[in-house]
């Protein structure tokens, strides 16, 4: 059975120029499939083509504002208020 390679992982988080997040995103891919473990599609988007790993960061910011925008507003609602 395959082994998920988390000590093989390099983080890719906005801190770090665009060139090197693609890079070591590519790394992580490359090290998942070579573990024979699948790539998580809710975590990873399963390319290496630089363009759409981009694109994948810009998607995952813009997803990740919205809900914390969605949170902000929540908790500034009255216990008593209805969701619908």
Known sequence: ?????KDKLLKHGPELPMEERIRR???NIRAIRE??????TSAYADTLDP???ELWF???AYRSHRLKEAIKGLAKLSPDSEIP
């Open 1 to 5: 059975m395959p082994t998920w390679p």
């Open 25 to 27: 995103y590519q790394h």
């Open 35 to 40: 573990s024979g473990c699948p790539v998580p």
């Open 51 to 53: 363009a759409e790993i």
């Open 58 to 60: 810009a998607d995952s």
